[in-house]
Every structure is written in structure tokens, then in C-alpha cells.
């Protein structure tokens, strides 16, 4: 009998839109789906960890629902007014002269995401994984993409996952870590390179579709979805050919929930199930899985 093709997740970003990941990977389990190597950027990063650390998904979610994230890492759910708190912060900076090589201690916000993120893995690192991980950070200084694979989880995860703007950068080896997703939206690459022979790969960033420019900021936002849309969609087809067809793209309708409205957790979970449920043939026939196994372990 032929061996069975390593199957990988690769997980993209999208804040509070990512919460969709934690449906997905709900789904794929109950209906006996294997998964051998994960990989994420931003809240993929953050989801994925917690499945490649063999946690109960089902009470994430529970302990989830049941936490204010917003008040927990101090940021409203309103994006645009992030950003414009962020222009003032960075205006008192500069007229201050801050400079972050002289920062000895992680500012308020990047000590919350510790928090958070400690508090999701448990504290464990990557030696502690079940499944191949890795974490898809970018490299401010350089600008190329740097895979988080060693040390504890929840500062790799933080750096993932640290928005431009809204969250500082995290230091890490003397490289200054942010949002994977500028550079690696959905980190397909990265889980080829960590032995995926399959990969089922999920989008739940922003569409283009629908979104109008009423303000400046609207233009900027747009003016980077664009950029990010080119780099997606390259990305996507370089990484079909390497796979030669075994890949999969989900989805999920999340369109309707703005990167920072953590307060709607269940829609998007709900929405990664609906997901994986309308594409399952699809994903049966790519991983080599005939018939359904609900329940059954992974």
C-alpha cells in the first residue's frame, strides 16, 4: 500500500476574521481529516499553535467565548480608530525621541499579547508540539520572512501576529518581528518546507469586493489590500504548481467582521465550519479519504 501524503494547514492572518481558522480545524477533525504539519501567520499562527500542541480546540472555544479580547489586549474594534491613535502615538514618539533598541521592557500592549498568547499555549514551546509547527513572522529590518520554529511559542506567536501599528514589534534574536502577513499571508511555502506534501490552506483576510474609500484612511487600507491581494494571488498559483494540483484554498465568508471585532468569535468559528462542510468532498478527495470518520482521532 502506498504511503499516505503528508498533509499541511497553512493558515493566513486576518485578526479577529482568523477565529475562523478554530472552526476549521473543528470540522477537519470531526469529520476525520489528518493534519501533519501546521503553519501560520498572525491569528493562524495563534490558532495553529494550539492545534500542533494537541489542546482541546472545543475548550479554546469555550474559554474564548468567555473572555473580553478587546479589553484583554486594550484596543478597540474599531480599526480605523486604532490607526488613529497610533498616528498620535507616533507623533509623541518622535517628538520624545523614542527609540526602540533603548526600550528594555515590552510596551503595554505587546505585554497584553504575552499574556494572551502565554495563556493560550500554556506557556509550552516548540520541543512541546505534537505536530510540526511554525509561525510566519517578517523581519522589519530586512524585510523577508522569517519562520519561527524554536524557543517558547507564545513570543513567536506575538510576533506573528503584532499588526503594524496597533501592536509593537517583538524582539527576537536582534531581529525586529511584525505581522507575517505583509509578507506571507497565507504561509503555503512554509509548510512545504516543513514536509507538506498536501496542503489545505485557508484565506480569512478582507475581500476586495465591497470596500469603498469614504476617508483617507479608507484610502490606505484599500491601497494596501490591493498590494496584499497581487502578492496573495501570486503566491497562491507558485505554490500550486510546486504542489502540482495537491492543494486546496478554503475561504470562509467573514467578510462582514473588521479585523479588530474580537466580540464576534462565533460567527467567524461558524463560519469556518460552513466552510469546510460545503467544500468536504473536495478536501476528502485531495487528502485520499474516502468515506468519513467523524470523531475520529487525529
Do not use: W
Amino acid at each position: 500500500m502506498r504511503k499516505r501524503r503528508k498533509i499541511g494547514l497553512a493558515l493566513g492572518g486576518g485578526g479577529a476574521r482568523g477565529f475562523a481558522h478554530l472552526g476549521i480545524l473543528m470540522a477537519l477533525k470531526e469529520h476525520g481529516i489528518p493534519v501533519d504539519v501546521i503553519t501560520g501567520t498572525s491569528m493562524g499562527a495563534a490558532v495553529g499553535a494550539v492545534k500542533a500542541l494537541g489542546m482541546d480546540l472545543k475548550k479554546l472555544y469555550l474559554l474564548l467565548s468567555n473572555l473580553n479580547l478587546n479589553e484583554m489586549l486594550g484596543v478597540s474594534e474599531s480599526t480605523t480608530r486604532e490607526i488613529q491613535r497610533a498616528i498620535g502615538r507616533g507623533v509623541v514618539e518622535y517628538v520624545r525621541g523614542v527609540d526602540l533598541e533603548e526600550i528594555t521592557s515590552p510596551p503595554e500592549r505587546l505585554a497584553r499579547m504575552y499574556e494572551l498568547f502565554s495563556l493560550l499555549t500554556a506557556k509550552k514551546s516548540f520541543s512541546d508540539t505534537e505536530i510540526p509547527f511554525a509561525a510566519v513572522a517578517a523581519d522589519l529590518t530586512t524585510g523577508e520572512r522569517v519562520l519561527l520554529k524554536e524557543g517558547p511559542i507564545y513570543r513567536a506567536v506575538a510576533a506573528s501576529a503584532a499588526i503594524p501599528g496597533i501592536f509593537p514589534p517583538v524582539r527576537i534574536k536582534g531581529m525586529y518581528l511584525t505581522d507575517g502577513g505583509i509578507i506571507d499571508k497565507i504561509p503555503i511555502d512554509a509548510a512545504i518546507e516543513l514536509g507538506a506534501e498536501t496542503v489545505i490552506a485557508v484565506d480569512a483576510g478582507a475581500p476586495m469586493e465591497g470596500m469603498r474609500a469614504k476617508t483617507s484612511l479608507d484610502v490606505m487600507f484599500q491601497s494596501q489590500r490591493i498590494t496584499s491581494h497581487a502578492l496573495t494571488e501570486l503566491q497562491l498559483k507558485e505554490a500550486e504548481e510546486r504542489l502540482n494540483g495537491r492543494f486546496i484554498l478554503l475561504r470562509p465568508r467573514v467578510s462582514g467582521i473588521t479585523m479588530l471585532a474580537f466580540s464576534r468569535l462565533s460567527q467567524a468559528v461558524k463560519a469556518g465550519e460552513e466552510e469546510v462542510l460545503a467544500r468536504l468532498p473536495e478536501i476528502r478527495k485531495l487528502c485520499g479519504i474516502r468515506t468519513a470518520s467523524p470523531g475520529s482521532k487525529q
